[in-house]
C-alpha cells in the first residue's frame, strides 16, 4: 500500500470518529420516549412509586457520572413535592438491564404512578429536559 492511500484511510477513520463522537456528545442527556416500559418498584427494592413521579436511576459501582446524577436528582427532588428517587445498581442485578433496555450508566425513568416509563435520559439528564417530562407527567 503506497503511503498516500495509508494516510488518506488514517485521515477518514479520524473523520468517521470524530463525526461519531460529536453526534453521542449531542445526543448525550437528551429526553427520550419511554416506550411501552412498565417500571416495578420492586426492582429498586421500594414498596410503592411517587404520587405525582418518580425518578429512577440505573447506575454502576464503577460509574464516573453516576454520583453527580444522584445529587442532581436528590436535589430536584428535595425542591419537589410527590416526587420519589429511587436508585438501582445494574453491578449486583445485571439482568434488569436486558429488562429495561439499558445500554449505559447513568441512565434516568420519568416513571409515572402507574408504572410507565414516561421519559428516559442517557447520561447527565439536561435540568430543563427533566423539567419538561415531569410536568408532561
Not at 419537589?80 to 433496555?101: F, K
Not at 439499558?102 to 423539567?131: C, E, I, K, N, Y
Amino acid at each position: 500500500m503506497s503511503p498516500g492511500i495509508a494516510l488518506a484511510v488514517i485521515g477518514a477513520l479520524l473523520v468517521i470518529a470524530a463525526v461519531v463522537g460529536i453526534v453521542l456528545r449531542i445526543l448525550d442527556g437528551r429526553r427520550r420516549g419511554g416506550g411501552h416500559l412498565l417500571f416495578d418498584p420492586a426492582d429498586a427494592g421500594a414498596v410503592q412509586l411517587g404520587s405525582h413521579a418518580t425518578l429512577v436511576q440505573f447506575s454502576t459501582e464503577m460509574c464516573a457520572r453516576c454520583p453527580q446524577v444522584r445529587r442532581m436528582l436528590s436535589s430536584y427532588v428535595a425542591d419537589s413535592d410527590g416526587l420519589h428517587h429511587l436508585e438501582v445498581d445494574l453491578t449486583h442485578r445485571p439482568e434488569l438491564s436486558a429488562r429495561y433496555r439499558v445500554l449505559q450508566t447513568p441512565t434516568t425513568f420519568v416513571v409515572d404512578g402507574s408504572g410507565a416509563v414516561r421519559a428516559r435520559f442517557h447520561g447527565v439528564p439536561h435540568r430543563h429536559a427533566l423539567t419538561e417530562a415531569l410536568a408532561a407527567v
